[in-house]
């Protein structure tokens, strides 16, 4: 059974910074493709950022470009997301997903999920 579970949620002020990470469990995790989502009440899921399995390519929303940075620890089967000059607009409920090798945008594209972590930022 595939596992995710998300870490480093919380309340922080506007400028501020987090970190989030992933562990996964239950799947070949130098193969997969992992990526992080949000969702903000009342909007859709959005991909935030994805690291795609061997090269480490990654790529990431234009809201968060230049602020927030993906990577990985395969030996440890984590997925980071560090998140700095956080934005009130950033408030949301935050994601790890995973699928086979090559990142994808559509959140249905992604075959195993976290529980999720709440992110809010004050302002």
Do not use: H
């Not at 919380?10 to 799947?27: D, F, H, N, P």
């Not at 990985?72 to 009130?88: E, H, I």
């Amino acid at each position: 059974e595939v596992q995710l579970v998300e870490f480093g949620g919380g309340l922080v002020q506007a400028g501020g910074s987090l970190r989030l990470s992933c562990t996964a469990s239950g799947l070949t995790f130098d193969d997969a493709a992992m990526a992080w989502f949000r969702q903000a009440a009342g909007k859709e899921r959005e991909r935030v950022s994805c690291i795609s399995w061997s090269t480490g390519f990654t790529n990431y929303a234009d809201s968060v470009k230049g602020r927030f940075t993906v990577s990985r620890d395969n030996a440890k089967n984590t997925l980071y997301l560090q998140m700095d000059s956080l934005k009130p607009e950033d408030t949301a409920i935050y994601y790890c997903a995973a699928r086979d090798r090559y990142c994808q945008v559509p959140w249905s594209a992604y075959k195993w999920w976290g529980p999720g972590t709440q992110v809010t930022v004050s302002s």
